[in-house]
């Protein structure tokens, strides 16, 4: 869609004709308002009242001594070392496995790119990772693959002759959620950016070819500036989707050993801790920082949905 | 012929790219094959005989009311949200309101936040309204978080119905709703299709909310899933075996919607 030909464009392109007055305008919309409302209703309300609720002192293990906090939960979630080194965490952890899906997938959208026996096969093979669900995956890397007795990567160990039999987890916690979540969000962005490299006009390519360029050259002053966009794309998307993870860090270390991100900490500090008004703060805390990263997102994607309308 | 040698060069990284890939799926079906005891030998025995006990297994202890519940909050989800995204996006392209696009990016900025922080609200509501591990209120959540997704990209497809065949359509005398379901149905019903899946897979994987709001009478397959979390000795057939049958839908869905499966996952923005 971001790059269409001509003749693709002219068929996208709809000028909205003017909507006329009174029953006309009203016919027009009714298809749209049950989506809407429902949509309002369901996740615009709850952001309102987690906002109300952030500003209350409320532990449901204590339910007489709930009302007006002031700025207190967030005065305790900002000082709460905990809570301090989950955003820590959070950062880390979606800023490792965006920036490393996305140079892994970039080389796998190069690789099939290009022509080869059994092309087809190779992108099913990669795409698998993805469609496995997220906590059964999770479950298989902690223990099928990570564990320190029976675990694959110490049987290979073991096969190849070591004699090193690390507790993978254990020694290197967040590497090990990181590389599980690498290996599922790598298809991804090999898809968006394969997606991207097919939408490259062929022309100037061949045009710099033929003058002598050569591929390093291609690479770097045609395919990388097309490809830009595309990597945003999959850097926002992917930032927008690791950044709410939960299933890796509840099923790999449950929290523990310092991998506890925002999502699993709220959910700790609601779900176990029964702290609603400081969950409620954690929450509203999240969700400006997901605003700002949702802003650079938008943009990003109206520049594509604006050169589709042009 | 250096660069047939490049290019033959190339494919093979490719090959090994993709089997390196694979290997973890791969050894997941292999060990849900095997023994419970050769699943747990360290060197790996990859030639251990083959068996379907992990199967019988994951089967016998209780796990069909999950794969139940996840598949009618899934099937559920998604038939509620084709029917509220379809109209929506109707109304997004083919005959547009005005300011559609504001419309349009107003769905998706409730994509973009996180789940997490509305996560308490909604558990008090369903506190309140008695609606804890209730799966009908499960599917409602999801509903609204797959609509987004719904609209954007019914509306990418919808939009590619030639405004020139509607107004022949029309022209020739044709009612609305035979517009609909001669004209616009056919051309965007590989659309619809690849819409469902993609709500089913996102539904089917969701965990926090299952997590949280239901329990023993409607959890789902990945709070199923989730007892397994500091599982001890001698599971890991059975746990593969499990991760297999709660994925295979996934991976089904997914191959299914694979040309489309991309333009889902970034919500209509690439094609």
Redesign the interface.
Known sequence: ??V?TREERS??D?P????RKGYS?WA?????L???I??II??????V??LV?SFMKWNSLDPANRGFAGFDNYVNVFTDPDLRSSVVNTVVLTASVVIISLVLGL??AL??D??????G?????????????????A???????YNP????F???L??LGFDAQPDWISTMPMSAVVLSLV?QW???MM??L???LQ?KPVEPVEAATIDGASSFQVFRYLTFPHLRQ?LE?GGL?GS?YV??N??AV??IT?GGLGTAN??YM??QT??QAHE?GE??AA??I??AG?MV??TF??R???S??KEEKR | MTAKWV??G??V???L???V??A??A??FL?SLHSETD??????SIAAPLTLDGYAEFFDSGAWPPLINSFSASIGSTIIVLL??I??A????I????K??D?L?????????????????????AQFSGMLDNISFLT??Y??MN??IA?WLMR?FL??V??EILEAASIDGAGLLTILRRVVAPIAMPGIAATALICF?FS??E??FA??LTGVVAGT??VY??G????QGL??AK??A??VV??LP??IA??AA?DK???G???????
């Open positions: 869609m971001a269409l068929v996208v709809r909205p004709p003017v909507p305008k027009r919309r009714a298809p749209l049950p989506a809407l429902f949509l369901v996740t615009q309300l709850p952001f009242a987690t609720i080389g796998l690789l099939l290009k022509k080869f026996a059994g092309r096969f190779v992108r099913t093979m990669l795409i698998a990772p993805f469609l496995v669900v997220p906590v059964a995956a479950l298989i890397w902690k223990h099928v693959l007795e029976y675990g694959l110490n049987g290979i073991n096969w290996w790598t298809p991804f898809l968006i394969l997606a991207g939408s595309y794309l998307l927008i950044v709410q939960f299933d509840f099923t449950s925002l999502p709220i959910y609601f779900y609603y969950a409620s929450g509203v999240v969700v997901s990263i949702a997102a938008l990003v994607v109206s594509l949905f | 290019g033959r190339w494919g990284l490719a090959w790219a993709g089997v890939f694979f973890p799926v050894w997941m060990t699943a747990a030998t360290n060197p790996p509220l995204a109209p929506a109707y109304a997004l392209s005959k547009p309101v005005e559609w696009t419309v990016f107003f769905f998706l900025s409730t994509k973009m936040m996180p789940v997490v922080a509305a996560l308490l609200p909604i558990y008090l509501i409602l959540l509903c609204s609509l987004p609209v990418s939009s590619e030639p405004k897979i089917w994987n965990l926090l997590r949280v397959a990945p899933l989730t397994f979390v500091t599982s599971f890991l746990v593969c499990a991760a709660v994925s996934v991976l997914g191959f694979q499966l991309v333009q996952l970034s919500l209509g923005a690439v094609k």
